[in-house]
Structures are given as structure tokens and as C-alpha cells.
């Protein structure tokens, strides 16, 4: 499914977006993120990394949208929803493909009542 689509309302427990909406404008993220805690069920969790660092790229005819740890606390904030960042951590590339200085910020958001 495109997250752009994503209609549903209370729908699931979980959501996992890894390395999938950082492909993403940043300025539509904060949409596509209401979308998703919108679908979420009380309680629920989003998983979802992107690339740490700033700005974004266009690689291969990919976009990249570059976050940091701050900028997705700023963004749940903005919305204004009951979310909240309650784990963060970074991982070295697990694929074979060259990554020069590629660190990846894990987040996981959750929905409260």
C-alpha cells in the first residue's frame, strides 16, 4: 500500500514503515505521519528509519528525505496528536550496498488514549 492512500481509522496495532517513508517530501511527512497514527489503534506502534542527517538527496532517481532524532520529535509535537517518540536508536547499514557514513535513526512512536 501507498501511505499516500492510507485511509484507514483505528485500524491497526501496528504499523512498520522501515525505510519506506523516508521517501517521502519532508514537507508532506507530517501529513502521511497523521495518516498512520490515524490508522493506528490506541496504544498502537509505528516503527519507521530514515537516513540520519539533514536536507535530502536524490540518489539512483530515488528521493531521500534525511531526519533527525529532533526534527520527528518536532513533527509529532506540530501534530499535536497523542503520540509520543518512545524509543530511538541507530544501526549501521545491513545490506551489501556501499553506504559510506550511512547511520540509521530507528523510531518508534506510540499512540496513548
Given amino acids: 500500500m501507498n501511505f499516500k ?18 521517501h517521502i517530501e519532508k ?3 507530517p501529513n502521511i505521519l ?7 489503534k490506541v496504544n498502537g506502534i509505528i516503527y519507521t528509519s530514515f537516513k540520519i542527517g539533514e536536507g535530502f538527496e536524490i540518489k539512483e532517481g530515488k528521493y531521500y528525505n534525511y531526519l533527525t532524532k529532533n526534527e520527528m520529535i518536532k513533527i509529532l509535537q506540530d501534530l499535536n496528536r497523542n503520540v509520543k517518540l ?12 556501499i553506504a559510506k557514513n550511512t547511520i540509521w535513526g530507528n523510531f518508534i512512536i506510540k499512540m496513548f488514549e
Fill in 5 to 22: 492512500e492510507l485511509e484507514d481509522i483505528n485500524t491497526y496495532d501496528g504499523i512498520w514503515a522501515c525505510s519506506s517513508i523516508l
Fill in 27 to 29: 514537507e508532506k511527512l
Fill in 34 to 40: 497523521n495518516k498512520m497514527i490515524n490508522a493506528l
Fill in 86 to 97: 518512545i524509543d530511538y536508536f541507530e544501526t549501521l547499514p545491513s545490506t551489501k550496498r
